[in-house]
């Protein structure tokens, strides 16, 4: 529960929610499109799949476009991917950056409370509080 939100407020910071998501819908708006004006889509699955081929790949072939919008629309898309996807990886990355000082900021308050409670603890739960006091060196 923690991770998802963490990955809340990043998207939340980081503002990437609505570009993400006008991504999604240019996507599919150009495959409404491609699928409109490319004689060789016969179906919109035959476009997603054409624009799925854009944007991750150079292309498998058994799909091109050949009108002028086809092409236009292809090249539009092929550039607005590559920063949706670098946007996306930044925001991958930011949380698990996130997600790594969350843990961090636990163990943290983990190891202070027992230090707060010293004088309570055991003789081995003292030994554990000491090894885990020469890992942190």
Known sequence: MKKLHVM???????RVDRPLLSFVVFFLVVAAVLWAVEPGMATYRDAVWYCCAVIFTTGFGDFVATTFLGKLCSILLSCYAIFALAIFTGVVVTFYNQAIQVQ???AKL???DE????PELSQEELRELAEKAKKLR
Not at 8 to 14: C, D, F, H, M
Not at 115 to 118: A, G, I, N, Q, W
């Open 8 to 14: 809340k407020q990043v998207l939340k910071r980081t």
């Open 104 to 106: 961090y900021e636990d």
């Open 110 to 112: 983990r190891f202070l």
């Open 115 to 118: 230090l707060e409670r010293l």
